[in-house]
């Protein structure tokens, strides 16, 4: 399957479902199912070097300022470039894998969260996939 690596921050946002646009300066003619995972650079809060998701790359389009919302930013790049709308996020079990440049191939069983998980399951889904890998540094 197609994998993006996003930033640990960006590939949070979208998890939680707070992005679904990603500003990118270069595009594709491929749509369909990507695999989201997040690079492996440490940030306080997120999930690093891991395959969190799946979502549907819609279409491609110009980015404009009707984007910057849905792609959780505040201003305009300062460089052009497209905006990747995504829907039909699939939420994974978190899987690492080692993220690259660009669109990849990535070899991995998709194991997907069940859509319908009981409030007793997402919380040990939480507690047992998701805080173990949130990096949270010593305090000093």
């Given at each position: 399957m197609k994998a993006l690596t996003l930033k640990?921050?960006?590939a949070m946002l979208m998890f939680q479902g707070d992005?679904?646009?990603?500003?990118?300066?270069?595009?594709?003619?491929y749509r369909g199912d990507i695999v989201i995972c997040s690079s492996?650079?440490?940030m306080r809060g997120c999930i690093s070097g891991n395959a969190l998701m799946v979502a549907n790359l819609k279409e491609i389009v110009p980015f404009?300022?009707?984007?910057?919302?849905?792609a959780a930013m505040d201003t305009m790049p300062d460089q052009?470039?497209?905006?990747?709308?995504?829907?039909?996020?699939?939420?994974?079990?978190?899987?690492?894998?080692?993220?690259k440049l660009g669109l990849f191939d990535?070899?991995?069983?998709?194991k997907y969260v069940p859509d319908e998980l009981t409030e007793d399951e997402a919380d040990e889904f939480?507690?047992?996939?998701?805080?173990?890998?949130?990096?949270?540094?010593a305090q000093q």
């Open positions: 640990p921050d960006w992005k679904t646009v990603e500003f990118r300066t270069w595009k594709t003619n492996a650079k440490k404009r300022k009707a984007h910057l919302e849905a052009k470039g497209f905006a990747w709308i995504f829907d039909n996020f699939r939420m994974l079990y978190p899987q690492p894998v080692k993220g990535v070899d991995i069983p998709i939480i507690e047992t996939f998701l805080i173990p890998l949130i990096f949270q540094p």
